[in-house]
């Protein structure tokens, strides 16, 4: 899948999400896995991108959607999780863009053990894992079917602007506000 598809993906998901308006005061907001200050463990944050959405000029796209250049990346990889898997301790093998298409996460964070994060598959099931140093991060997929994601890693491991909004996750969805 290339870059032109994904943007479009995420084109047409927002276009479903958002009532057609004026695009220039809409922001992505996401929840963010990232590395704390001393880089010994992992933390959440809420991230806001600071570029907003703008109306969508890709071929195909219908009046009122909007458009939202994510980040430079390097590939897209297309990843099948089985029902009800654990997959432990353990870092981002790179900073990367993750999009939940189905199925659901749930990730904790050792630093602060109750909170959470659970995402669910489908449009909006974005976040950034983005802690590749330290003693990273919990991931489980609890749902009964097969959680099927992207798992994009960030160009040069780039994230792009944003503020932070929270030192916790955004709630259960990326989300356009």
């Avoid at 598809?5 to 009532?19: E, M, Y």
């Avoid at 219908?62 to 990346?73: I, K, R």
């Avoid at 992207?150 to 989300?175: F, N, R, Y």
């Amino acid at each position: 899948m290339g870059l032109f598809t994904l943007l479009s993906i995420l084109s047409l998901s927002s276009s479903v999400l958002a009532a057609p308006r004026k695009n220039q005061d809409k922001h992505l907001t996401a929840t963010a896995i990232v590395n704390t200050p001393d880089n010994t463990s992992s933390a959440f944050e809420c991230w806001q991108l600071t570029t907003p959405f703008d109306a969508a000029t890709l071929d195909g796209t219908v009046a009122g959607a909007m458009n939202l250049g994510l980040a430079d990346v390097t590939k897209v990889n297309y990843v099948v999780r089985p029902p009800h898997e654990d997959y432990g301790l353990h870092n981002a093998p790179n900073a990367q863009i993750v999009v939940y298409l189905s199925g659901s996460i749930n990730i904790t964070v050792p630093t602060v053990p109750e909170q959470q994060s659970v995402i669910l598959g489908g449009g909006h099931g974005l976040f950034f894992a983005m802690d590749t140093e330290g003693e990273g991060h919990y991931a489980t997929y609890p749902s009964d079917e097969q959680t099927i994601g992207l798992m994009i890693p960030l160009k040069d491991g780039k994230a792009p602007e944003h503020v932070v909004l929270d030192d916790k996750p955004c709630g259960t969805t990326s989300s356009i506000v």
